[in-house]
């Protein structure tokens, strides 16, 4: 059923989704990613919205990726970080600063209640591979957690959180760039930003790791190189 967009103010979403007794896995989510769907939660969904058409799925080719000036210097102000990729982690560990960023980045859900319902309830699902990357200080204090779903094809990063006392040091950026590092290692193609649209200024960092492919009419094409 529509809702009220929480990206562009007056406008009304919707979305083709999974039905809720579908079986599904990663190598299912591995195809539907790549005509324009995304995890939240256990279900799988793409905006079918009546009227707009803005929400555009987003992936970086990572062989073909070049880091601009800006992000080597992200890149090598935290060379600091330890990174760990934990396949099975202890989710409970993250709880204290998910909620933390989300009391900054999002006021308007400040109850512990509430991060704890959308902790559980969007980053997870019962039948997806997710994993995390762990990103710590040299005294091993936990700064950001990269949560992702394995693809066939790749990573989609399904979200990031950290610790705003370090914002300074750009973790966003840091935790994108170093999955891209991650994946080039691995031989895999792709890496999944989740959805772009251009009238969201939340979501112009994601067009900033080029080149990227938007999915659009049915098709990826390159967006910017």
């Known amino acids: 059923?529509?809702?009220?967009?929480?990206?562009?103010?007056?406008?009304?979403?919707q979305h083709h989704t999974t039905e809720p007794n579908a079986t599904l896995s990663s190598n299912l989510y591995s195809e539907l990613i790549n005509i324009g769907f995304r995890r939240a939660g256990s279900r799988i969904h793409r905006p079918n919205c009546l009227d707009c058409t803005q929400c555009i799925s987003l992936r970086i080719p990572v062989s073909d990726f070049h880091a601009n000036r800006s992000q080597r210097r992200i890149f090598n102000k935290n060379?600091?970080?330890?990174?760990?990729?934990?396949?099975?982690?202890?989710?409970?560990?993250?709880?204290?600063?998910?909620?933390?960023?989300i009391r900054h980045r999002h006021?308007?859900?400040?109850?512990?209640?509430?991060?704890?319902?959308?902790f559980e309830d969007f980053l997870f699902s019962p039948w997806s591979d997710t994993f995390a990357i762990e990103f710590r200080l040299p005294n091993q204090q936990l700064v950001c957690v990269a949560i992702c779903d394995p693809l066939i094809q790749g990573w989609s990063a399904v979200y990031t959180f950290y610790d705003i006392e370090y914002s300074n040091l750009s973790l966003g950026t840091f935790s994108i760039l170093k999955q891209i590092e991650l994946l080039k290692h691995r031989h895999l193609d792709y890496l999944y930003l989740g959805y772009w649209i251009n009238?969201?200024?939340?979501?112009?960092?994601?067009?900033?790791?080029?080149p990227c492919e938007g999915f659009t009419n049915e098709h990826w094409i390159t967006l910017h190189e």
């Open 1 to 13: 059923m529509p809702y009220s967009c929480p990206y562009i103010p007056g406008n009304r979403a």
């Open 79 to 101: 060379s600091n970080l330890s990174v760990a990729v934990v396949i099975n982690p202890d989710y409970s560990n993250y709880l204290s600063l998910y909620e933390g960023y």
């Open 107 to 118: 006021p308007e859900s400040e109850s512990m209640q509430e991060a704890l319902n959308t």
């Open 199 to 210: 009238d969201c200024d939340k979501m112009s960092y994601k067009t900033q790791f080029r």
